[in-house]
Protein backbone atom coordinates (compact mmCIF):
# COMPACT_ATOMS: atom_id res chain seq x y z
CA UNK A 1 0.00 0.00 0.00
CA UNK A 2 1.46 3.75 -0.63
CA UNK A 3 2.37 6.27 1.09
CA UNK A 4 -0.30 8.94 1.95
CA UNK A 5 1.09 12.63 2.04
CA UNK A 6 -1.40 15.05 3.81
CA UNK A 7 -0.71 19.12 2.48
CA UNK A 8 -0.25 19.59 6.46
CA UNK A 9 2.70 17.15 6.62
CA UNK A 10 0.39 14.24 8.28
CA UNK A 11 1.92 10.73 6.43
CA UNK A 12 0.57 7.09 7.09
CA UNK A 13 0.95 3.99 5.12
CA UNK A 14 -2.88 4.22 4.16
CA UNK A 15 -4.49 4.78 7.35
CA UNK A 16 -4.92 8.52 8.18
CA UNK A 17 -4.69 8.51 11.44
CA UNK A 18 -2.09 10.17 13.95
CA UNK A 19 -1.13 11.17 17.71
CA UNK A 20 -5.21 11.90 18.05
CA UNK A 21 -6.36 12.76 14.38
CA UNK A 22 -9.36 10.81 14.01
CA UNK A 23 -9.67 8.63 10.97
CA UNK A 24 -11.30 9.62 7.86
CA UNK A 25 -10.58 13.47 7.25
CA UNK A 26 -9.77 14.65 3.65
CA UNK A 27 -7.37 17.65 5.58
CA UNK A 28 -6.37 18.41 9.01
CA UNK A 29 -5.31 21.91 10.49
CA UNK A 30 -3.74 22.86 13.70
CA UNK A 31 -3.90 25.49 15.91
CA UNK A 32 -1.60 26.93 18.57
CA UNK A 33 -3.26 29.78 20.58
CA UNK A 34 -0.01 30.45 22.86
CA UNK A 35 2.50 29.49 19.83
CA UNK A 36 0.96 29.78 16.08
CA UNK A 37 0.53 32.88 13.77
CA UNK A 38 -2.61 33.22 11.52
CA UNK A 39 -0.09 34.65 8.87
CA UNK A 40 0.88 31.13 8.18
CA UNK A 41 0.10 30.35 4.82
CA UNK A 42 -2.46 27.37 3.98
CA UNK A 43 -0.40 24.65 2.63
CA UNK A 44 2.53 25.64 5.47
CA UNK A 45 -0.11 24.99 8.28
CA UNK A 46 1.33 22.01 9.99
CA UNK A 47 1.70 21.05 13.53
CA UNK A 48 4.83 22.73 13.49
CA UNK A 49 3.57 25.62 12.12
CA UNK A 50 0.45 25.91 13.51
CA UNK A 51 -2.33 28.88 13.24
CA UNK A 52 -3.14 31.06 16.48
CA UNK A 53 -6.39 31.19 16.25
CA UNK A 54 -9.57 28.69 16.02
CA UNK A 55 -11.87 31.48 14.36
CA UNK A 56 -9.51 32.36 11.80
CA UNK A 57 -9.42 28.34 11.35
CA UNK A 58 -12.79 28.08 10.64
CA UNK A 59 -12.39 30.48 8.26
CA UNK A 60 -10.02 28.33 6.23
CA UNK A 61 -11.58 24.99 6.05
CA UNK A 62 -14.63 24.09 3.19
CA UNK A 63 -17.95 23.61 3.91
CA UNK A 64 -18.60 19.20 2.64
CA UNK A 65 -15.28 18.58 2.51
CA UNK A 66 -14.92 16.41 5.83
CA UNK A 67 -11.81 18.71 6.58
CA UNK A 68 -10.57 18.70 10.58
CA UNK A 69 -9.22 22.04 12.93
CA UNK A 70 -6.83 20.49 15.69
CA UNK A 71 -6.79 22.44 18.85
CA UNK A 72 -2.97 22.28 20.88
CA UNK A 73 -4.01 21.16 24.43
CA UNK A 74 -0.98 23.67 26.10
CA UNK A 75 -2.59 27.28 26.14
CA UNK A 76 -6.52 27.97 26.72
CA UNK A 77 -7.85 28.81 22.78
CA UNK A 78 -9.72 32.04 23.25
CA UNK A 79 -12.57 33.53 21.47
CA UNK A 80 -12.85 37.26 20.96
CA UNK A 81 -16.67 36.53 20.02
CA UNK A 82 -19.19 34.09 19.60
CA UNK A 83 -17.96 31.27 16.99
CA UNK A 84 -20.66 30.51 14.50
CA UNK A 85 -20.07 26.80 12.72
CA UNK A 86 -22.20 27.20 10.13
CA UNK A 87 -20.47 25.03 7.38
CA UNK A 88 -20.85 21.18 7.43
CA UNK A 89 -18.85 18.37 7.76
CA UNK A 90 -16.04 20.19 10.14
CA UNK A 91 -14.47 18.67 12.71
CA UNK A 92 -13.56 20.58 15.60
CA UNK A 93 -10.98 18.47 17.84
CA UNK A 94 -8.32 18.64 20.75
CA UNK A 95 -4.91 17.49 19.85
CA UNK A 96 -4.43 15.37 22.78
CA UNK A 97 -4.34 10.95 21.95
CA UNK A 98 -6.45 10.72 25.10
CA UNK A 99 -10.57 10.85 25.07
CA UNK A 100 -11.41 12.56 28.59
CA UNK A 101 -14.88 12.96 29.38
CA UNK A 102 -13.48 16.03 31.35
CA UNK A 103 -10.35 17.75 31.90
CA UNK A 104 -9.65 18.23 28.05
CA UNK A 105 -5.85 19.82 27.18
CA UNK A 106 -7.83 21.86 24.64
CA UNK A 107 -9.69 24.25 26.00
CA UNK A 108 -11.72 27.29 24.06
CA UNK A 109 -13.46 29.94 26.05
CA UNK A 110 -15.25 33.05 25.63
CA UNK A 111 -14.67 35.96 28.23
CA UNK A 112 -16.56 39.40 28.54
CA UNK A 113 -17.97 40.51 25.28
CA UNK A 114 -20.17 43.61 24.53
CA UNK A 115 -22.24 42.20 21.84
CA UNK A 116 -25.55 40.97 22.48
CA UNK A 117 -25.27 38.57 19.80
CA UNK A 118 -22.40 36.55 21.73
CA UNK A 119 -25.34 34.27 23.35
CA UNK A 120 -22.56 31.59 23.41
CA UNK A 121 -18.74 30.85 23.25
CA UNK A 122 -19.83 28.13 20.19
CA UNK A 123 -22.92 28.03 18.33
CA UNK A 124 -23.47 24.92 15.84
CA UNK A 125 -25.97 25.02 12.82
CA UNK A 126 -24.15 22.81 10.24
CA UNK A 127 -24.37 19.34 9.57
CA UNK A 128 -22.65 16.12 10.37
CA UNK A 129 -20.32 18.55 12.29
CA UNK A 130 -18.06 17.06 15.05
CA UNK A 131 -16.37 18.36 18.68
CA UNK A 132 -14.22 15.93 20.25
CA UNK A 133 -12.09 16.13 23.42
CA UNK A 134 -12.25 20.25 24.05
CA UNK A 135 -13.21 21.32 27.07
CA UNK A 136 -16.04 24.51 25.76
CA UNK A 137 -15.95 27.43 28.51
CA UNK A 138 -18.14 30.75 28.98
CA UNK A 139 -17.20 33.50 31.75
CA UNK A 140 -19.37 36.01 29.47
CA UNK A 141 -21.44 38.09 31.97
CA UNK A 142 -23.67 39.83 28.94
CA UNK A 143 -27.18 39.71 30.17
CA UNK A 144 -27.28 37.51 26.60
CA UNK A 145 -24.88 35.51 27.48
CA UNK A 146 -26.85 32.52 27.92
CA UNK A 147 -24.92 29.37 27.57
CA UNK A 148 -21.32 27.75 26.54
CA UNK A 149 -22.64 25.76 23.29
CA UNK A 150 -25.72 26.05 21.39
CA UNK A 151 -26.37 23.23 18.87
CA UNK A 152 -28.87 24.20 16.20
CA UNK A 153 -27.29 21.47 14.11
CA UNK A 154 -28.04 18.01 12.19
CA UNK A 155 -26.59 14.63 13.37
CA UNK A 156 -24.12 16.83 15.39
CA UNK A 157 -22.06 14.61 17.46
CA UNK A 158 -20.23 15.92 20.39
CA UNK A 159 -17.61 12.71 21.96
CA UNK A 160 -15.79 13.53 25.13
CA UNK A 161 -16.10 17.25 25.92
CA UNK A 162 -16.65 19.20 29.29
CA UNK A 163 -18.94 22.22 28.61
CA UNK A 164 -19.01 24.71 31.33
CA UNK A 165 -20.79 28.11 32.32
CA UNK A 166 -19.29 29.75 35.16
CA UNK A 167 -21.20 33.26 35.31
CA UNK A 168 -25.10 33.93 34.68
CA UNK A 169 -25.20 31.38 37.83
CA UNK A 170 -28.59 32.82 39.16
CA UNK A 171 -30.16 34.21 36.14
CA UNK A 172 -33.07 32.37 34.74
CA UNK A 173 -32.67 29.91 31.93
CA UNK A 174 -29.04 30.23 31.71
CA UNK A 175 -27.33 26.36 30.99
CA UNK A 176 -24.37 25.00 29.70
CA UNK A 177 -25.75 23.84 26.91
CA UNK A 178 -28.80 24.59 24.37
CA UNK A 179 -30.27 21.55 22.99
CA UNK A 180 -32.08 22.31 19.53
CA UNK A 181 -29.98 19.44 17.59
CA UNK A 182 -31.85 17.15 15.20
CA UNK A 183 -30.28 13.92 15.48
CA UNK A 184 -27.42 14.96 17.72
CA UNK A 185 -25.53 12.73 19.61
CA UNK A 186 -23.87 13.20 23.25
CA UNK A 187 -21.14 10.63 24.32
CA UNK A 188 -18.96 10.53 27.70
CA UNK A 189 -19.71 14.49 27.88
CA UNK A 190 -19.46 16.04 31.01
CA UNK A 191 -21.80 19.04 31.92
CA UNK A 192 -21.30 21.75 34.92
CA UNK A 193 -19.47 21.69 37.69
CA UNK A 194 -19.48 20.81 41.55
CA UNK A 195 -18.03 23.91 42.52
CA UNK A 196 -20.24 27.00 41.32
CA UNK A 197 -23.94 27.33 43.41
CA UNK A 198 -26.72 27.43 40.89
CA UNK A 199 -29.99 28.74 40.75
CA UNK A 200 -32.33 30.51 42.72
CA UNK A 201 -35.94 30.32 43.94
CA UNK A 202 -38.46 30.33 40.75
CA UNK A 203 -35.33 30.28 38.37
CA UNK A 204 -34.66 27.30 36.06
CA UNK A 205 -30.78 26.93 35.81
CA UNK A 206 -29.97 23.74 34.04
CA UNK A 207 -27.14 22.11 32.79
CA UNK A 208 -29.11 21.45 29.30
CA UNK A 209 -31.72 23.55 28.40
CA UNK A 210 -34.42 22.31 25.95
CA UNK A 211 -36.04 25.53 24.15
CA UNK A 212 -38.17 25.26 20.92
CA UNK A 213 -36.59 27.54 17.89
CA UNK A 214 -34.10 30.08 20.22
CA UNK A 215 -32.02 28.98 17.16
CA UNK A 216 -34.69 29.93 14.44
CA UNK A 217 -36.73 27.19 12.75
CA UNK A 218 -34.22 24.41 15.47
CA UNK A 219 -35.77 21.95 17.86
CA UNK A 220 -34.17 18.96 19.80
CA UNK A 221 -35.58 15.86 17.74
CA UNK A 222 -34.46 12.41 17.78
CA UNK A 223 -31.13 13.64 20.60
CA UNK A 224 -29.33 10.77 22.13
CA UNK A 225 -27.39 11.47 25.42
CA UNK A 226 -24.73 8.64 26.11
CA UNK A 227 -23.15 8.29 29.45
CA UNK A 228 -22.67 11.51 30.37
CA UNK A 229 -22.27 13.12 33.78
CA UNK A 230 -24.67 16.19 34.94
CA UNK A 231 -23.15 18.23 37.80
CA UNK A 232 -25.05 20.50 39.78
CA UNK A 233 -24.65 22.89 42.94
CA UNK A 234 -28.19 23.75 43.76
CA UNK A 235 -29.02 26.90 45.26
CA UNK A 236 -32.52 25.95 45.29
CA UNK A 237 -34.75 22.93 44.87
CA UNK A 238 -35.51 24.48 41.25
CA UNK A 239 -32.35 24.01 39.98
CA UNK A 240 -32.31 20.91 37.71
CA UNK A 241 -30.10 19.32 35.26
CA UNK A 242 -32.20 18.91 32.27
CA UNK A 243 -35.39 21.72 31.86
CA UNK A 244 -37.63 22.13 28.97
CA UNK A 245 -40.30 25.42 29.84
CA UNK A 246 -42.40 24.27 26.36
CA UNK A 247 -44.79 21.55 26.06
CA UNK A 248 -42.82 20.80 22.69
CA UNK A 249 -39.39 21.30 23.25
CA UNK A 250 -39.06 17.98 22.75
CA UNK A 251 -39.91 16.20 18.79
CA UNK A 252 -40.40 12.59 18.56
CA UNK A 253 -37.74 11.39 21.62
CA UNK A 254 -34.88 12.12 23.42
CA UNK A 255 -32.86 9.49 24.88
CA UNK A 256 -30.42 9.36 28.49
CA UNK A 257 -28.47 5.94 27.97
CA UNK A 258 -26.68 5.58 31.61
CA UNK A 259 -26.51 9.50 32.74
CA UNK A 260 -25.37 10.47 36.25
CA UNK A 261 -26.85 13.43 37.96
CA UNK A 262 -25.16 14.50 40.72
CA UNK A 263 -25.54 17.99 43.03
CA UNK A 264 -23.07 18.10 45.42
CA UNK A 265 -23.15 17.07 48.96
CA UNK A 266 -22.43 21.03 49.91
CA UNK A 267 -25.00 22.28 47.82
CA UNK A 268 -27.96 24.25 49.39
CA UNK A 269 -30.47 22.14 48.79
CA UNK A 270 -31.21 19.33 46.74
CA UNK A 271 -32.97 19.64 43.00
CA UNK A 272 -36.53 18.29 43.45
CA UNK A 273 -36.90 16.60 39.75
CA UNK A 274 -33.62 15.77 37.65
CA UNK A 275 -35.19 16.13 34.51
CA UNK A 276 -38.04 18.23 34.47
CA UNK A 277 -40.04 20.52 32.15
CA UNK A 278 -42.63 23.53 32.59
CA UNK A 279 -45.52 21.62 30.86
CA UNK A 280 -46.22 18.03 29.60
CA UNK A 281 -44.57 17.08 26.11
CA UNK A 282 -46.52 16.93 23.45
CA UNK A 283 -44.74 15.94 20.00
CA UNK A 284 -41.98 13.70 21.66
CA UNK A 285 -41.07 11.55 24.60
CA UNK A 286 -37.82 11.58 27.04
CA UNK A 287 -36.23 7.86 27.73
CA UNK A 288 -33.68 7.10 30.43
CA UNK A 289 -32.49 4.23 30.80
CA UNK A 290 -30.40 2.99 33.91
CA UNK A 291 -30.07 6.56 35.54
CA UNK A 292 -28.52 7.35 38.44
CA UNK A 293 -28.47 10.61 40.64
CA UNK A 294 -26.79 11.80 44.20
CA UNK A 295 -28.44 13.92 46.20
CA UNK A 296 -31.12 14.69 43.95
CA UNK A 297 -35.66 13.83 45.39
CA UNK A 298 -36.62 12.44 42.08
CA UNK A 299 -35.16 11.48 38.84
CA UNK A 300 -37.71 13.28 36.80
CA UNK A 301 -41.22 15.45 37.09
CA UNK A 302 -44.26 13.13 36.80
CA UNK A 303 -46.45 13.25 34.22
CA UNK A 304 -44.79 14.79 31.20
CA UNK A 305 -44.21 12.30 29.37
CA UNK A 306 -40.98 11.45 30.57
CA UNK A 307 -40.36 7.43 31.21
CA UNK A 308 -37.25 5.62 33.00
CA UNK A 309 -36.68 2.30 32.72
CA UNK A 310 -38.46 0.12 34.59
CA UNK A 311 -39.97 2.43 37.11
CA UNK A 312 -43.89 2.82 35.93
CA UNK A 313 -43.94 6.15 38.01
CA UNK A 314 -40.89 8.06 37.44
CA UNK A 315 -39.85 8.99 40.50
CA UNK A 316 -37.39 7.13 42.76
CA UNK A 317 -36.10 5.58 39.91
CA UNK A 318 -32.19 5.89 39.58
CA UNK A 319 -32.35 7.71 42.86
CA UNK A 320 -29.01 6.51 45.11
CA UNK A 321 -29.77 5.35 48.41
CA UNK A 322 -27.20 6.11 50.96
CA UNK A 323 -25.93 2.48 52.58
CA UNK A 324 -26.89 2.18 55.92
CA UNK A 325 -24.65 0.62 58.47
Same mark, same amino acid.
Given at each position: MG???????????? /???????? =????????????????????KANSASRPWKTLAYAYTQVTTNKNEGIALMGNSTHTLTGMLTVAKNR?????????????????? /???????????? =?TIRNTGVRNSFSNVKIMNSNTKAEALHAFED?????????????????????LTAEMLC????????????????NERGASGKERPNVKLDRTT /??????????? /??????HKAAHVDACFVYGKNATDVERRMLFINPVFWNCVLATADPAD?????????????LLVNPASVNCTAVAGASLNVYVQNAPDGTTAGIAEEIAA
Open positions: LTNYPNGISSMG /IPVINGVP =AGLTKCFFVDYGNGSDGVGKVHIFGYDPGGRSYGQNAK /ISLGVTTAAADT =AGGEYTVVDSCEIYKSSLLTTDNGDSSQYINCTFGDLV /IAGKVARDVTF /INCTFLCVNFGAAQTTGDV
